[in-house]
Protein backbone atom coordinates (compact mmCIF):
# COMPACT_ATOMS: atom_id res chain seq x y z
CA UNK A 1 0.00 0.00 0.00
CA UNK A 2 1.22 3.55 -0.81
CA UNK A 3 2.35 5.95 1.97
CA UNK A 4 -0.89 8.63 2.25
CA UNK A 5 1.68 10.67 4.23
CA UNK A 6 4.01 11.19 1.29
CA UNK A 7 2.63 14.62 -0.21
CA UNK A 8 1.01 17.42 1.65
CA UNK A 9 -0.37 20.58 1.34
CA UNK A 10 1.65 23.76 1.21
CA UNK A 11 2.37 25.53 4.26
CA UNK A 12 2.07 29.60 4.91
CA UNK A 13 3.93 29.57 7.86
CA UNK A 14 7.40 30.20 7.53
CA UNK A 15 10.33 29.82 9.70
CA UNK A 16 11.70 33.27 10.70
CA UNK A 17 14.19 32.14 13.45
CA UNK A 18 17.37 30.03 12.58
CA UNK A 19 16.71 25.85 12.99
CA UNK A 20 16.94 25.57 16.91
CA UNK A 21 16.60 22.16 18.74
CA UNK A 22 14.80 23.42 21.24
CA UNK A 23 12.94 26.73 20.20
CA UNK A 24 11.57 27.87 16.84
CA UNK A 25 9.48 30.56 15.39
CA UNK A 26 6.83 30.71 12.46
CA UNK A 27 4.78 33.29 11.01
CA UNK A 28 1.92 34.13 8.10
CA UNK A 29 3.95 37.25 7.38
CA UNK A 30 2.76 40.48 5.50
CA UNK A 31 0.40 41.18 2.67
CA UNK A 32 -0.54 44.71 1.36
CA UNK A 33 1.63 46.03 4.90
CA UNK A 34 -1.11 43.90 6.83
CA UNK A 35 -0.86 40.49 8.81
CA UNK A 36 -2.03 37.73 6.84
CA UNK A 37 -4.82 37.00 8.49
CA UNK A 38 -7.30 35.80 5.76
CA UNK A 39 -4.31 33.93 4.15
CA UNK A 40 -3.45 31.92 6.89
CA UNK A 41 -7.32 31.08 7.43
CA UNK A 42 -7.35 29.82 3.95
CA UNK A 43 -4.05 27.69 4.61
CA UNK A 44 -5.35 26.07 7.72
CA UNK A 45 -8.41 24.50 5.98
CA UNK A 46 -6.38 23.65 3.34
CA UNK A 47 -4.68 21.56 5.69
CA UNK A 48 -7.61 20.10 7.12
CA UNK A 49 -8.26 16.91 5.36
CA UNK A 50 -4.44 16.07 6.69
CA UNK A 51 -5.56 16.43 10.00
CA UNK A 52 -8.62 15.20 10.61
CA UNK A 53 -8.91 12.07 8.09
CA UNK A 54 -7.76 8.64 8.56
CA UNK A 55 -4.97 7.72 6.95
CA UNK A 56 -7.37 4.55 4.32
CA UNK A 57 -9.66 7.70 4.05
CA UNK A 58 -7.17 9.64 2.85
CA UNK A 59 -5.24 6.82 0.26
CA UNK A 60 -8.91 6.87 -1.49
CA UNK A 61 -9.05 10.38 -1.72
CA UNK A 62 -8.76 11.74 -5.51
CA UNK A 63 -10.31 14.58 -8.01
CA UNK A 64 -13.29 12.45 -7.91
CA UNK A 65 -14.18 13.04 -4.23
CA UNK A 66 -11.77 15.79 -2.67
CA UNK A 67 -15.13 18.10 -2.11
CA UNK A 68 -16.71 14.96 0.29
CA UNK A 69 -13.83 14.31 1.89
CA UNK A 70 -13.00 18.14 2.64
CA UNK A 71 -17.04 18.35 3.97
CA UNK A 72 -16.11 15.26 6.02
CA UNK A 73 -12.73 16.58 7.93
CA UNK A 74 -14.19 20.12 8.67
CA UNK A 75 -17.57 18.13 10.34
CA UNK A 76 -14.74 16.13 12.31
CA UNK A 77 -12.49 19.24 13.34
CA UNK A 78 -15.92 20.40 15.23
CA UNK A 79 -19.63 21.29 15.25
CA UNK A 80 -20.09 24.51 17.47
CA UNK A 81 -21.80 27.77 17.74
CA UNK A 82 -19.55 28.62 20.61
CA UNK A 83 -15.85 28.99 18.62
CA UNK A 84 -14.62 31.36 20.75
CA UNK A 85 -12.98 29.40 23.32
CA UNK A 86 -11.68 26.49 20.46
CA UNK A 87 -8.09 25.60 20.07
CA UNK A 88 -8.37 23.69 17.03
CA UNK A 89 -6.73 26.51 15.03
CA UNK A 90 -3.46 26.09 17.06
CA UNK A 91 -3.74 22.23 16.59
CA UNK A 92 -3.73 22.50 12.68
CA UNK A 93 -1.00 24.85 13.14
CA UNK A 94 0.54 22.64 15.23
CA UNK A 95 0.08 19.77 12.35
CA UNK A 96 0.58 21.77 9.36
CA UNK A 97 4.41 23.24 10.93
CA UNK A 98 5.30 19.72 12.24
CA UNK A 99 4.60 17.68 8.92
CA UNK A 100 6.55 20.45 6.59
CA UNK A 101 9.58 21.66 8.83
CA UNK A 102 10.20 17.82 10.55
CA UNK A 103 8.88 15.44 8.31
CA UNK A 104 6.32 13.78 10.80
CA UNK A 105 3.43 11.87 10.11
CA UNK A 106 0.27 11.18 12.08
CA UNK A 107 -0.04 7.88 14.17
CA UNK A 108 -3.59 8.47 14.80
CA UNK A 109 -5.68 10.95 13.17
CA UNK A 110 -7.23 13.67 15.78
CA UNK A 111 -10.80 13.18 14.98
CA UNK A 112 -10.73 9.29 17.15
CA UNK A 113 -9.86 11.85 19.80
CA UNK A 114 -12.96 13.49 20.02
CA UNK A 115 -16.17 12.36 22.04
CA UNK A 116 -19.31 11.48 20.64
CA UNK A 117 -20.59 14.82 21.44
CA UNK A 118 -17.24 16.83 19.44
CA UNK A 119 -16.44 17.99 22.65
CA UNK A 120 -12.74 19.03 23.37
CA UNK A 121 -11.21 16.01 25.89
CA UNK A 122 -8.11 15.93 27.81
CA UNK A 123 -5.46 14.39 25.03
CA UNK A 124 -2.14 15.10 23.27
CA UNK A 125 -3.12 17.36 20.68
CA UNK A 126 -0.64 16.07 18.48
CA UNK A 127 0.77 12.56 17.86
CA UNK A 128 3.15 12.00 15.29
CA UNK A 129 6.10 9.90 14.67
CA UNK A 130 9.28 11.51 13.10
CA UNK A 131 11.83 8.67 11.34
CA UNK A 132 15.41 9.35 12.32
CA UNK A 133 17.69 7.26 9.94
CA UNK A 134 16.61 4.42 8.92
CA UNK A 135 16.01 2.70 11.78
CA UNK A 136 15.17 5.19 14.71
CA UNK A 137 11.74 6.74 15.47
CA UNK A 138 11.06 9.66 17.79
CA UNK A 139 7.29 9.45 18.72
CA UNK A 140 5.64 13.66 19.13
CA UNK A 141 3.55 14.27 21.93
CA UNK A 142 2.03 17.63 21.43
CA UNK A 143 0.32 20.50 23.29
CA UNK A 144 -1.35 23.45 20.95
CA UNK A 145 -2.65 26.46 22.87
CA UNK A 146 -4.55 29.19 20.89
CA UNK A 147 -4.67 32.11 23.31
CA UNK A 148 -5.03 36.08 23.15
CA UNK A 149 -2.42 36.87 25.60
CA UNK A 150 1.12 34.40 25.41
CA UNK A 151 1.95 34.54 29.08
CA UNK A 152 -1.54 32.69 29.60
CA UNK A 153 -0.71 30.39 26.72
CA UNK A 154 2.45 29.28 28.44
CA UNK A 155 1.07 29.18 31.68
CA UNK A 156 -1.84 26.89 30.86
CA UNK A 157 1.09 24.64 28.13
CA UNK A 158 2.83 24.19 31.14
CA UNK A 159 -0.25 22.82 33.37
CA UNK A 160 -1.24 20.50 30.79
CA UNK A 161 2.32 18.88 30.01
CA UNK A 162 2.80 18.71 34.01
CA UNK A 163 -0.40 16.49 33.78
CA UNK A 164 0.18 14.86 30.69
CA UNK A 165 3.24 13.37 31.53
CA UNK A 166 2.17 11.68 34.81
CA UNK A 167 2.43 7.66 35.00
CA UNK A 168 -1.41 7.47 35.00
CA UNK A 169 -1.90 9.49 32.04
CA UNK A 170 0.54 8.14 29.84
CA UNK A 171 -0.47 4.55 30.89
CA UNK A 172 -4.19 5.42 29.47
CA UNK A 173 -2.91 7.12 26.07
CA UNK A 174 -0.70 3.84 25.43
CA UNK A 175 -4.18 2.00 25.76
CA UNK A 176 -5.82 4.86 23.71
CA UNK A 177 -3.01 4.75 21.32
CA UNK A 178 -2.04 1.63 20.63
CA UNK A 179 -4.68 0.16 18.73
CA UNK A 180 -5.06 2.89 16.26
CA UNK A 181 -1.55 2.57 15.13
CA UNK A 182 -2.02 1.85 11.36
CA UNK A 183 0.00 -0.71 9.82
CA UNK A 184 0.41 0.90 6.65
CA UNK A 185 2.90 3.28 7.84
CA UNK A 186 7.01 2.99 8.43
CA UNK A 187 7.53 0.85 11.43
CA UNK A 188 4.23 0.48 12.74
CA UNK A 189 5.49 -2.90 14.62
CA UNK A 190 7.74 -0.56 16.37
CA UNK A 191 5.45 1.85 17.58
CA UNK A 192 2.92 -0.41 18.59
CA UNK A 193 5.50 -1.79 20.74
CA UNK A 194 6.68 1.63 22.20
CA UNK A 195 2.97 2.15 23.09
CA UNK A 196 2.16 -1.93 24.54
CA UNK A 197 1.77 -1.82 28.27
CA UNK A 198 4.61 -3.97 28.09
CA UNK A 199 7.19 -1.17 27.22
CA UNK A 200 8.73 1.10 30.27
CA UNK A 201 7.46 4.99 30.48
CA UNK A 202 10.95 5.24 30.68
CA UNK A 203 11.89 4.08 27.28
CA UNK A 204 8.55 5.85 26.03
CA UNK A 205 9.90 9.68 27.38
CA UNK A 206 13.63 8.53 26.20
CA UNK A 207 12.02 7.89 23.03
CA UNK A 208 9.63 10.67 22.31
CA UNK A 209 9.91 14.91 21.52
CA UNK A 210 7.30 16.89 23.43
CA UNK A 211 6.58 19.71 20.61
CA UNK A 212 4.68 22.63 22.37
CA UNK A 213 2.98 25.14 19.75
CA UNK A 214 2.25 28.53 21.31
CA UNK A 215 -0.54 30.97 18.60
CA UNK A 216 -1.18 34.06 20.58
CA UNK A 217 -1.27 37.85 19.89
CA UNK A 218 1.88 39.57 19.57
CA UNK A 219 3.92 42.60 20.16
CA UNK A 220 6.26 42.87 16.79
CA UNK A 221 3.19 41.61 14.36
CA UNK A 222 1.26 44.28 15.71
CA UNK A 223 3.69 46.93 15.26
CA UNK A 224 5.23 45.67 11.60
CA UNK A 225 4.38 45.86 8.21
CA UNK A 226 7.31 43.80 6.96
CA UNK A 227 9.13 40.23 7.35
CA UNK A 228 12.30 41.88 8.35
CA UNK A 229 15.23 41.40 10.63
CA UNK A 230 13.64 44.17 13.22
CA UNK A 231 10.40 42.05 13.16
CA UNK A 232 12.71 38.72 13.79
CA UNK A 233 14.32 39.95 16.61
CA UNK A 234 10.81 41.22 17.98
CA UNK A 235 9.70 37.98 17.66
CA UNK A 236 12.57 36.18 18.90
CA UNK A 237 12.54 38.19 22.09
CA UNK A 238 8.80 37.19 23.17
CA UNK A 239 9.53 33.53 22.07
CA UNK A 240 13.13 33.96 24.32
CA UNK A 241 10.47 34.75 26.96
CA UNK A 242 8.19 32.16 26.49
CA UNK A 243 11.20 29.58 26.32
CA UNK A 244 12.20 30.86 29.99
CA UNK A 245 8.99 30.16 31.28
CA UNK A 246 9.58 26.72 29.98
CA UNK A 247 12.78 26.33 31.31
CA UNK A 248 11.94 27.87 35.13
CA UNK A 249 8.75 25.35 35.24
CA UNK A 250 11.38 22.46 35.48
CA UNK A 251 9.60 20.62 32.42
CA UNK A 252 13.24 21.08 30.01
CA UNK A 253 15.08 18.81 32.74
CA UNK A 254 12.51 16.38 32.45
CA UNK A 255 11.40 16.07 28.65
CA UNK A 256 12.80 16.57 25.23
CA UNK A 257 11.02 19.93 24.98
CA UNK A 258 10.64 21.99 21.44
CA UNK A 259 8.99 25.04 21.26
CA UNK A 260 6.68 26.20 18.05
CA UNK A 261 6.13 30.13 18.53
CA UNK A 262 3.69 31.46 16.26
CA UNK A 263 3.13 34.76 16.42
CA UNK A 264 -0.62 36.50 15.70
CA UNK A 265 -1.68 39.97 14.97
CA UNK A 266 -4.94 39.22 15.92
CA UNK A 267 -5.94 35.90 17.56
CA UNK A 268 -9.69 36.80 17.62
CA UNK A 269 -9.96 37.61 13.76
CA UNK A 270 -7.75 34.93 12.87
CA UNK A 271 -10.38 32.52 14.92
CA UNK A 272 -13.41 33.68 12.85
CA UNK A 273 -12.03 33.41 9.48
CA UNK A 274 -11.49 29.98 10.06
CA UNK A 275 -14.82 29.65 11.59
CA UNK A 276 -16.58 31.33 8.82
CA UNK A 277 -14.44 29.08 6.65
CA UNK A 278 -15.25 25.88 8.65
CA UNK A 279 -19.16 26.54 8.77
CA UNK A 280 -19.35 27.70 4.79
CA UNK A 281 -18.38 24.10 4.15
CA UNK A 282 -20.23 22.34 6.78
CA UNK A 283 -23.58 23.89 5.59
CA UNK A 284 -22.85 23.41 1.75
Not at 96 to 120: E, G, H, K, M, Q
Request: proline share 3%.
Amino acid sequence: MSNPYIISPNCILTRITGSNESLESYCAGFELSEWRCSGLADNLIEWIIDYALKSDELRDTNHTNTFVRLKQAASRVYISEKYERRGEVGEIAAHAVCRTYFNTIPIAARVNYLSASNDPVKAFDLVHVRYVGDNEIELWLGEAKFFKNRNDAIKDAIASITGHITAGFLKNEKLLLGPQVSNDIPHSAKIQKLLSAETSLDELITNAVFPVLIAANSDATESHVLLNDDYSAGVDAEMQALWGKLKASGLTEKIKLKLIYVPLGDKDALNKAFDDRLKGLQIA
